[in-house]
């Protein structure tokens, strides 16, 4: 295969909107404002089609003239493209006409969202030339940085609170990649990450190279747009931790919009948060756009705990430009989401996806997202990474010895069975 002519051609400015090379580098030096990737629209445009994209291999490497790297994929090519699953049984239950999960907790190949930035981070940074790549991570990040890296021959550091769920830790220490555990919450780790990516200019996936991570997050926009027919969903539910996937949610819908792919249709963005550490989603409330710190995260939802959510002002802007809204939910509601969506939908989902469940199920209550318009529920982490948050929570397997009739005693009271058995 050829290299594709260059649609990404700079980074920019989120702020005064100056233009910089593309290098491992993150925030603007005039006003702090963060970089992002800007691209030939107008180039892109030209090139691009529902009729090319549905040619190409079912992976979000299929978007790649939107995507922020100069070659084709050296890291993760096969990630992305989950199923989007049309969801009635959970619909009726939740009380509403049309709904879909785009489930992430399948994700190539560390099962969450994550793969899609870091298989865009790390093969930005083979093109940039680094050998040793790093992260701070709330968990999912930290494998799917220790995997991808192992994959393609990187060395690799994972910086994380050392208090995750095992699954998470064990998760990235399989891989031989150097895992430190710091006794701290995670703005602490994401510091310290700083200053080690300053010093030793190593490829931090989302300190220095996180305008090329952070762009990632757009193909689960794209490929919701295209598994619905080439449509928008009317609402889009996202969980939020720095608040990062949903702002690129966002610009995946409007780039695509931009670019003639899809007709533009009214759509709205909204946040989900862990009552526990949810300071974008009370910001959204009161109606403000200034963040407030929130320096104890304290939730079972360890994957979004970020006390200081580095878009939250750019993910606020997403949900108002949209009309949308933020939810928040207790722990209790976290493992009630989890049971919904696993009885209803057959998707066990991690912690991050019983937030997106329960905000889900209160913005349909209070009227802000209405019964019959169309819904998607963006589904970012698998179960079994999560698995103590429901430990004892979910029932337990009633135990006979191995004798039908011990079996025929047990079934005889099942609600299902009692009635229609053979005896
Ligand atoms: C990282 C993560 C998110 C969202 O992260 P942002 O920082 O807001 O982009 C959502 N769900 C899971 C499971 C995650 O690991
Ligand atoms: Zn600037």
């Known amino acids: 295969m050829s290299e594709q002519p260059s649609y990404f051609s700079n980074l920019k400015c989120r702020e005064c909107g100056r233009l910089y090379p593309k290098e491992a580098i993150h925030i603007c030096e005039f006003d702090f404002g963060p970089l992002e990737a800007a691209y030939d629209y107008e180039l892109i445009a030209r090139n691009i089609s529902r009729e090319i994209i549905s040619s190409r291999p079912q992976t979000m490497w299929r978007y790649r003239e939107l995507l922020p790297i100069d070659g084709l994929p050296t890291v993760g090519a096969q990630v992305g493209f989950t199923p989007l699953v049309r969801a009635d049984r959970l619909a009726a239950k939740l009380g509403v006409e049309e709904l879909h999960i785009k489930n992430d907790t399948v994700n190539y190949p560390t099962l969450s969202f994550k793969d899609r930035v870091v298989s865009v981070a790390l093969s930005r940074a083979k093109e940039l030339g680094f050998q040793i790549v790093a992260c701070a991570s709330t968990g999912n990040l930290a494998n799917s940085v220790a995997a991808n890296a192992a994959a393609a021959g990187l ?51 989302n300190v220095n190279l996180r305008p090329y991570y952070a762009e990632g997050s757009k193909s689960m926009g794209f490929e919701i747009a295209e598994q619905l027919g080439w449509k928008l969903p009317r609402h889009t539910v996202i969980p939020m931790a720095s608040g990062s996937l949903l702002t690129k949610i966002h610009k995946a819908y409007k780039e695509f919009i931009g670019v003639g792919i899809l007709d533009e249709t009214p759509y709205s963005v909204h946040g989900a948060q862990a009552t526990g550490c949810s300071p974008i989603a009370a910001a959204q409330k009161k109606a403000t756009d200034i963040v ?45 989401g989890i049971r919904l969506l696993a009885e209803y939908a057959g998707i066990f989902a991690e912690t991050a996806g019983g937030v997106t469940v329960s905000c889900a199920k209160k913005l349909i209550d209070s009227g802000k997202i209405p019964r019959d318009e169309s819904i998607v529920l963006c589904i970012t982490g698998h179960g079994l990474k999560t698995q103590e948050a429901i430990h004892g929570k979910c029932g337990e397997p009633r135990l006979i010895n191995p004798s039908l009739r011990e079996f025929e005693a047990l079934i005889a009271q099942d609600p299902a069975v009692a009635g229609r058995l053979k005896v």
Not at 169 to 192: C, E, F, M, P
Not at 293 to 303: G, L
Not at 310 to 319: E, F, I, Q, V
Request: proline fraction near 5%; charged fraction near 20%; include cysteine.
């Open 292 to 336: 407030k710190p929130v320096p104890n995260p304290q939730t079972i939802v360890k994957s979004l705990a970020i006390g200081t959510p580095a878009d939250g002002y750019y993910a606020l802007r997403s949900m108002q430009e949209t009309g949308g809204s933020a939810e928040d939910c207790t722990d209790d509601e976290v493992v009630e």
């Open 155 to 205: 060395a690799s550091y994972v910086l994380i609170p050392a208090d995750l769920e095992r699954s998470k830790v064990v998760g990235s220490l399989v891989y031989g990649t150097q895992v430190i555990g710091i006794h701290g919450a995670y703005d602490q780790v994401n510091r310290l990450c700083s200053e080690i990516a300053g010093k030793y200019g190593w490829g931090f996936v």
